[in-house]
């Protein structure tokens, strides 16, 4: 992933727009930029704890060993005070029952009562009813008649057919017969228009001239209970992997550590035999910090040979050592300066080929530590899982094999600790023993202490909340509407196509002329997103969404929260403003409580507002710049590069704030004004929703989307509600849709709603030229008449194709399809 963001990094860097534009390498590789966008699984979301999930959700979940869900205390009571309405009404229902069947047969009663199995209406906490609830069925007559209803009518037809002639019999059925035909034909008529309508239908979808209902290609989320309960299962799993450790590791101490112990001394004192029979001498024990006398295991302490040098060394003079430490020094600054020379030189090589359009993509990729974590990874995984099939294992179970070779090695390096110093000891006796032999003086060894680092003692800070919960913090905030519940939005909500028309309209630089449509900015988005998961990629910690009113600003706020299933903190003014007699207490509050129940997100609706210029006079009672001077200090610099916290605004005025409101978001996002696909898809959309396809004609939403193309996605969503109400939907079988009714709605009011003007579209786009970095360095560019920007070239890419083919087993179009490494196929 963040390789991944470098190249995409480099792309804007060369783009010099946020936005990037390369159809004519897709069309090639016979791909759309939906298959390049980064997509971002649910099962990378940032899971918070359980206890914390519960009281931000009221159905809250708790699994138990056997997985079975169990009910919240305020669901239980729910549950009991329905069961009791249900019991009151089934009692008064059979008492109404049995009192009608009193009035009309007592007798017959009391033998069916006797015959009769009690029915008993029972009911346990955590169980399902075994029988359904029984309904009311009125089966008895309360007026006993002596004549049947058969002789009655019987009577009455009698009466009827003496009255009728035989000829009159006879014209009668035959008019019954001819209506029956007519009925018959009209309705085989009907039957057969609607299949041949169907099949119209069908043959226009196949050939593609008609559309259908969106398929967003991000798949909708799953519901965030699932998930939790699948950790939970993993939880779960993982107590009984834990388990098994635990009762290996005893196994493996009781039966093998003697074995071990008496193993590793043996080794060590062979070792200690082999070096005095062919060199006379013992070699230097091996000390703590270079991890002891696994290095004898390792094979990495001195050979005969060097253990020779090492002793001719101890036997030379000071002079002599600095000589020769003199000369290695030398030696290592040659190296270093040949490796700085080769350094610069490659450096200027691709200086100059960047200078002339060809970027060396390949270094960048050799150069990336993440793509060499990468391939050890990939290279372990391939050495480990080459025998272990998993087929037959369905319930994921440990590896045993795997447990006890790793116990076992762990339980070799504990133990090895403890061999070693009882085997330092006799190190120093055959060390005695030796120079009185040669009658030599005897030195004892020096051990170095490992250096443990120790923490800074921090100051203490008065802190108002260090004895409260964050359940009751969290509690007080919902309660003075702070924290609000995240309305269900996925990002298919946000309808809008990509902008296929910018690569090939570029001007004399070669800079893009044609401006982003809502994919793009929905692209980026996404891509902001990726760090507040499970992925330590690099994110911005503020975001702020600017464009004119009813373009989906708060939508999209809407949807990135709930992407993310963030706690949500409305930080407005017309919330903040009851707290401006404490605002410290306040600010500490929210951020105690965000951090704690990350992923947060602290949300200010018209952030302009917060620093504006000059505060109207109806807007002075709810102080909007009460945290302008606190955002800052104790809201940005407490997110740390970690924390899954976001500070996110919208602003449709953005030049009545002070130039402070630029510094405050790292990433400001214009809303693009939408183009002919997006309002087609828009309309689309919205109307194949609400009504189906056979509807309304091919060209009404052709018609719609030319005509109406400039009014703001959400004037056009409010239109589709509005005129596809409950009354005109019950009569568009017979009515077919106008795209007229639809006109109607923006020009038949008291003040007839037109599309944005131009002049308030340029205001946004001058005001975000100058914040936006890439759209000043463009504008330099342009200014200098510079041709710097040139046809997009790669170089030296063919090894680096062969190198991860070789390694990843695949090709790269299959591994890195999802994002712009689609390049190097």
């Not at 009159?168 to 017969?177: G, M, Q």
């Not at 230097?284 to 040098?309: I, S």
């Not at 917060?610 to 200090?633: G, R, Y």
Request: include cysteine.
């Amino acid at each position: 992933m963040r390789t991944l963001n470098m190249l995409k990094c480099e792309l804007c860097n060369i783009e010099l727009n946020e936005y990037i534009y390369m159809d004519k390498v897709l069309i090639a590789r016979k791909l759309s930029p939906y298959d390049i966008c980064i997509w971002r699984s649910p099962d990378f979301l940032y899971r918070r704890p359980l206890a914390y999930q519960n009281f931000i959700y009221k159905n809250g979940i708790c699994i138990d060993d056997y997985g079975d869900e169990r009910q919240s205390q305020e669901e239980r009571a729910y549950i009991a005070e329905c069961v009791t309405i249900i019991q009151a009404h089934e009692r008064a229902r059979r008492s109404r029952v049995l009192k009608s069947a009193i009035m009309y047969d007592k007798k017959k009663l009391m033998v069916k009562q006797a015959n009769k199995i009690p029915y008993i209406f029972t009911y346990q906490q955590g169980q399902s009813c075994s029988i359904p609830i029984k309904r009311t069925t009125f089966n008895a007559c309360l007026v006993k008649n002596k004549t049947s209803c058969r002789d009655i009518l019987k009577a009455k037809t009698h009466k009827i057919v003496n009255l009728i002639n035989v000829k009159e019999c006879l014209k009668y059925d035959e008019s019954r017969e001819m209506a029956a035909l007519r009925i018959q034909s009209a309705w085989r008529i009907y039957k057969a228009k609607k299949i041949a309508e169907k099949n119209i239908l069908l043959q226009r979808h196949l050939y593609g001239m008609t559309g259908r209902r969106l398929n967003s290609p991000n798949k909708r989320r799953q519901s965030i209970h699932e998930i939790y309960k699948e950790d939970l299962i993993k939880q779960n799993q993982n107590s009984k992997f834990e388990q098994l450790i635990t009762n290996e590791r005893t196994r493996l101490l009781k039966e093998t550590a003697p074995n071990i112990m008496e193993d590793i001394s043996d080794h060590i004192r062979a070792w200690f035999k082999e070096f005095y029979e062919k060199t006379g001498d013992f070699h230097p024990y091996p000390e703590v910090a270079k991890k002891g006398t696994v290095l004898v295991l390792l094979d990495e302490t001195m050979n005969f040979e060097e253990f020779k040098e090492f002793q001719s060394l101890q036997n030379m003079s000071k002079e002599e050592k600095k000589a020769k430490a003199e000369k290695e020094k030398m030696k290592r600054l040659l190296e270093k300066e040949k490796y700085k020379k080769q350094k610069l030189k490659d450096a200027k090589r691709r200086k100059k080929l960047k200078d002339a359009g060809i970027y060396d993509i390949a270094y960048q990729l050799t150069s990336s530590k993440d793509i060499e974590k990468i391939d050890a990874t990939i290279k372990q995984f391939s050495i480990e899982w080459r025998n272990v099939d998993e087929y037959l294992n369905k319930n994921h179970e440990a590896i045993s094999k795997w447990v006890t070779e790793n116990e076992l090695s762990k339980i070799h390096r504990e133990l090895r600790i403890l061999v070693d110093n009882y085997m330092r000891l006799e190190y120093e006796l055959l060390k005695k023993a030796w120079s009185l032999d040669n009658k030599t003086k005897y030195k004892p060894m020096k051990e170095r202490k490992l250096k443990f680092t120790t923490e800074r003692k921090k100051r203490n800070v008065l802190n108002p909340t260090e004895q409260r919960t964050i359940d009751s913090l969290y509690q007080e905030l919902k309660e003075s509407g702070i924290i609000e519940q995240p309305i269900d939005k996925s990002f298919s909500d946000f309808v809008g196509d990509f902008n296929f028309i910018a690569d090939d309209t570029r001007d004399e630089n070669n800079m893009v002329m044609i401006g982003p449509e809502y994919a793009d900015m929905k692209a980026i988005i996404q891509e902001c997103l990726v760090g507040y998961g499970n992925f330590m990629v690099d994110k911005p910690k503020s975001i702020c969404i600017i464009g004119p009113a009813n373009s989906g600003k708060q939508l999209l706020c809407r949807i990135i929260s709930s992407e993310l299933d963030a706690v949500l903190f409305n930080l407005s003014p017309e919330k903040t403003y009851q707290f401006a007699h404490n605002v410290n207490y306040f600010i500490q509050t929210v951020m105690k409580v965000a951090k704690e129940l990350q992923p947060s997100i602290l949300f200010i609706d018209d952030a302009h507002r917060v620093f504006w210029k000059k505060v109207p006079k109806d807007q002075i009672e709810t102080n909007p710049t009460l945290h302008q001077n606190v955002i800052t200090k104790k809201i940005l610099k407490v997110i740390k590069k970690d924390d899954k916290i976001m500070l996110l605004g919208t602003s449709d005025a953005p030049w009545n704030a002070k130039p402070k409101f630029k510094n405050v978001f790292q990433k400001i996002l214009l809303v693009p004004k939408s183009g002919y696909a997006t309002t087609y898809l828009l309309w689309m959309d919205k109307i194949s929703k609400i009504i189906s396809e056979d509807a309304y004609d091919d060209y009404t939403i052709t018609a719609l989307a030319k005509v109406l193309c400039s009014y703001n996605t959400g004037e056009i969503v409010k239109n589709v509600e509005h005129t596809l109400n409950l009354k005109r939907r019950m009569g568009i079988k017979r009515n077919h849709l106008n795209p007229m009714e639809f006109i109607d709605y923006f020009m038949q009011r008291p003040e007839p709603l037109f599309p944005l003007q131009d002049k308030i579209i340029q205001k946004f786009e001058k005001w975000y030229n100058r914040t936006n970095p890439y759209r000043k360095l463009k504008a330099a560019m342009v200014l200098k008449n510079q041709n710097t920007h040139f046809p997009l070239m790669i170089f030296n890419v063919a090894e680096e194709c062969v190198l991860f083919h070789n390694v990843h087993g695949c090709s790269l179009y299959f591994i890195f399809k999802s994002d712009l490494f689609v390049f190097l196929y």
